[in-house]
């Protein structure tokens, strides 16, 4: 039974976490307002009304940059899922094309909610980005732990991620907004798509299966399901005592392993699965010396994760939103799968 017979609004809804959310929120029973960057784009958008139930879905245009832009579809809804963000890794100019939209759009989404005067409940996708963007392996991550050595020229998405939400938390500090707010912060999420677009976490797989890495390098990645993080958005929205931020991490696992995962299924046939082994001190170092080479978000996130272990506690939104993760090695073979039904890998 859907909780609120209002609209819940979803922000930049044609993308691949969001759409997941628009669908698993039309088969709860919900009347859902999407908003999209462009209208005119339909192409974007079509398998956002080619799904079950659209009939109650209406879609509205929207830009994070441009002020009042939420206020339309804000208005009359209970809920919002603010989703939309830029999430590339290598940004030409990574205040304008980053942090800007991440920011502005953020504080800009919660004016328009404020304005609404009907909003009950703001749930932002946030991530684990706004918690660290250089995993320790002596130290336990949590909801307490926030990002703090981001900046313009040092991973700039962990940056805009962290900013916007802090943003947010702001928002609801200083204005009396009349809503509250649930921050989810996903990990690396992987899985199949609803669109023919290439995310930028799956991307990870059609590289590793392409040869763009030159070996196995010492990267540990923490994964999360699409369909998993979709509903930790609902019950986010749903459970009525749910509060904070919330971590949605499944499991992490090697590079080494993943490769393995693959081999052993037969993905490695008439690809290019590394093979040589730079996870070691030796290839550690030179990873890190070539990482000068690479595009500067791409570089510097080599430096700041080669050889580190994320470890994290996923405890809190297991037990307050009840949410049960899939199984990480399940979740990278549905990708694959996805990705090659997309034509993205041969
Ligand atoms: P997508 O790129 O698929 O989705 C991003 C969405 O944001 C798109 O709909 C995009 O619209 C929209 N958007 C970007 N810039 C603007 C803008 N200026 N105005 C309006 N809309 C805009 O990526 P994901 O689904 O992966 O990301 C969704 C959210 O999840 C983001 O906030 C991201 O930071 C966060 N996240 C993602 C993770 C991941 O691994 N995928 C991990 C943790 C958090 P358009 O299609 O028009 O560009």
Redesign the pocket.
């Known amino acids: 039974m859907p909780i609120t017979d209002s609209f819940v609004l979803v922000?930049?809804?044609?993308?691949?976490?969001?759409?997941h959310i628009v669908r698993e929120l039309l088969a709860r029973g919900y009347r859902v307002r999407g908003?999209?960057?462009?209208l005119a784009?339909e192409k974007?958008f079509l398998h956002l009304r080619a799904m079950p139930f659209a009939e109650r879905l209406e879609l509205f245009e929207?830009?994070?940059?441009q002020g009042g832009?939420f206020d339309d579809a804000a208005r009359g809804c209970s809920h919002v899922i603010h989703?939309?963000?830029?999430?590339v890794l290598d940004a030409k100019d990574p205040q304008k094309d980053l942090i800007e939209?991440?920011v502005q759009?953020t504080r800009g989404v919660l004016a328009s909610c404020k304005k609404a005067g009907t909003v009950r409940r703001v749930v932002l996708?946030?991530?684990?980005?706004a918690i660290t963007d250089e995993p320790e392996s002596d130290h336990l991550l949590t909801e307490e732990d926030w990002n703090t050595k981001s900046t313009l020229e040092r991973n700039p998405?962990y940056l805009?991620?962290t900013l916007?939400e802090k943003e947010g938390w702001k928002f609801l500090q200083e204005e009396r907004a009349g809503f509250d707010l649930v921050v989810v912060?996903?990990?690396?999420?992987?899985g199949p798509s609803y669109s023919p677009?290439l995310?930028?976490?799956n991307q990870l797989f059609v590289d590793l299966l392409k040869g763009t890495y030159p070996g196995i390098m010492n990267l540990t990645w923490g994964f999360v399901d699409?369909r998993d993080?979709a509903l930790a958005h609902v019950l986010g929205m749903e459970t009525a005592t749910a509060q904070g931020r919330y971590i949605c991490a499944a499991d992490t696992i090697s590079m080494r392993d993943v490769v393995a995962l693959l081999d052993s299924k037969g993905w490695g046939e008439g690809r290019k699965l590394p093979k040589l082994g730079l996870d070691c001190s030796v290839g550690d170092f030179a990873v890190k010396i070539s990482s000068y080479l690479q595009p500067k978000g791409v570089g510097s996130y080599l430096r700041t994760h080669v050889g580190r272990v994320p470890r994290f506690s996923h405890a809190k939104i297991e037990r307050e939103l009840g949410l049960a993760f899939r199984k990480v090695e399940q979740s990278i073979l549905d990708t694959v799968e996805d990705l090659k039904k997309w034509g993205h890998i041969a």
Do not use: E, W
């Open positions: 922000t930049g809804a044609s993308g691949f976490i969001a759409s908003s999209v960057r462009s784009k974007d929207a830009d994070l940059l832009a989703t939309a963000s830029p999430y939209p991440a759009g996708t946030s991530s684990m980005a998405y805009s991620k916007a912060n996903p990990f690396l999420v992987i677009g995310n930028t976490s699409v993080v």
